[in-house]
């Protein structure tokens, strides 16, 4: 899989000085089972994508060099060059007054992707490597994600039609409350990412 070979063609390359890896990694290498998971709990990824994250994580582990693996989920943003992501999706699709189809029963803590790279590099300036859980504190299901979305970006919320992960039939498994608790980065770098809230009106400003 891409996210191995990535890691193993960065691991044999010859380098003068031994550079700190980074690697993005996900939520999904949790069953979603209970939520509320810390860096400590152990993984049971389900799915190719989830397993294929996981064995990168565990190579990196195992290679020797200093590393930061920062675990995200639901990563959102805007800019030029940013993938299209559940909150993009969900404003292209509103402003068109198309109907969405939004989860009532996965729940997570979505990643503001500015403040995932805040955070990458407050780690990098103390020098504190390791596994980290980056995410907003807040844990909301997907379908209150977007109702969020919806008011912030003063879209219309009837658009927004609430269902569930088995009637919605999604191709590859998701964890059902794959929810971060943050303490390890926090004690780290004495800072958190903000609020589903004011991550949303910040990357309000940015897009208009």
């Known amino acids: 899989a891409v996210n191995v070979l990535a890691i193993e063609n960065i691991l ?3 380098f003068i000085n031994r550079p700190t890896i980074i690697h993005i990694s996900t939520d999904y290498v949790f069953d979603g089972e209970h939520g509320n998971y810390r860096e400590t709990d152990t993984p049971n990824p389900r799915g190719n994508y989830a397993r294929s994250k996981m064995a990168a994580e565990n190579i990196l582990n195992s290679a020797g060099f200093e590393y930061i693996i920062v ?5 959102f943003g805007s800019g030029q060059n940013v993938r299209p992501n559940f909150v993009t999706w969900l404003i292209n699709n509103l402003r068109e007054k198309k109907t969405v189809q939004v989860v009532n029963d996965q729940i997570g803590c979505p ?3 500015p403040d995932v790279a805040e955070a990458l590099f407050r780690l990098l300036e103390k020098q504190a490597y390791g596994l980290f859980h980056v995410s907003s504190p807040d844990a ?3 379908y209150d994600f977007a109702l969020q979305v919806a008011h912030i970006f003063e879209l219309d919320v009837s658009l927004i039609h609430e269902t569930t992960t088995e009637k919605l039939k999604q191709k590859s498994p998701r964890p059902m409350n794959s929810s971060f608790i943050l303490d390890k980065l926090f004690n780290n770098i004495n800072w ?3 609020s589903v809230k004011e991550a949303l009106h910040h990357m309000k400003t940015e897009v208009e």
């Open 12 to 14: 044999e390359t010859p």
């Open 71 to 75: 675990r995200t989920q639901v990563l």
């Open 140 to 142: 909301l299901s997907r």
């Open 111 to 113: 990643s503001y992707a």
């Open 192 to 194: 958190q990412p903000r």
